[in-house]
């Protein structure tokens, strides 16, 4: 579970980051939404611990963020909106070389590469040099990296962002797959089908601060919009219209 409590950061005279607070449980996908500027890679980037708050906690597991980042990397997986494959390497090198730094075994690490290879259908590129690998490809094996550890909590930047259809429905599958394991997944996306599809719980973050925090049938509910697109379109537009 991962538990955000009075997020803070600031950049200069822009607040980027005001007042977060919400909780992605275990068993559950939660989405992280909101238009582009609205604060959502600041928050990840500052709940995987690349980024230090000015102010507010996060716990993952119970575990405080700031007083034992290492502890919190070990419980997270993480698919970052930089991929950042080494490119020399094969998917598999890539895999096995974050299995290392995990601490994780040789034979530990042969198991999940198999595992999740399996899980990801990339038998086929395990063995390729993944420079010239699709964008299919690279995020695939960047998630089968993010998980060679085995971590309770899946945290993942815009999980289909550049792939065709079959590969899509695939990472949905795969989330799906997650969530009956019992992972706690949090997701940002912009695709709202998606969204609508997936997510339990819906976070919406608008100019840095939480404006909705719902299940997508109370969104729609709540704003009496038909589609989930719709009720994303009225949220954000109160909210700047109240700011303005």
């Known amino acids: 579970m991962i538990e955000v409590t009075d997020l803070h950061k600031q950049f200069g005279s822009v607040r980027a980051v005001d007042n977060v607070s919400f909780t992605a449980r275990d068993g559950e996908i939660t989405g992280l939404l909101g238009p582009n500027g609205a604060g959502k890679t600041t928050t990840l980037r500052m709940l995987y611990t690349l980024m230090r708050p000015d102010r507010g906690s996060v716990r993952v597991d119970g575990i405080d963020a700031a007083a034992d980042p290492l502890a919190v990397r070990r419980r997270l997986g993480v698919l970052p909106d930089a991929r950042g494959l080494y490119k020399r390497l094969s998917a598999r090198e890539n895999i096995d070389y974050f299995g290392r730094l995990q601490g994780l075994d040789a034979a530990t690490r ?30 695939k094996t960047a998630i089968a990296r ?27 599958a795969f989330m799906q797959k997650l969530k ?6 949090l ?13 339990d719980r819906i976070v919406v973050i608008a100019r840095g601060r939480v404006v909705a925090d719902e299940s997508p049938e109370a969104l729609r509910a709540q704003t009496g919009a038909a589609t989930l697109e719709d009720a994303f379109v009225k949220i954000i537009g109160s909210e700047e219209g109240l700011a303005a």
Do not use: W, Y
């Open 110 to 139: 042969a198991r999940r590469i198999a595992q999740l290879s399996d899980a990801l259908d990339m038998r086929d590129i395990l063995e390729r040099r993944t420079e010239g690998f699709s964008q299919g490809q690279r995020v």
């Open 146 to 172: 993010a998980l060679v550890h085995e971590p309770k909590n899946i945290i993942l930047d815009e999980p289909t962002n550049g792939l065709d259809v079959m590969a899509t429905r695939a990472m949905r």
């Open 180 to 185: 009956a394991e019992g992972h706690c997944v």
């Open 187 to 199: 997701f940002s996306s912009h695709i709202m089908q998606e969204v609508g599809a997936l997510c």
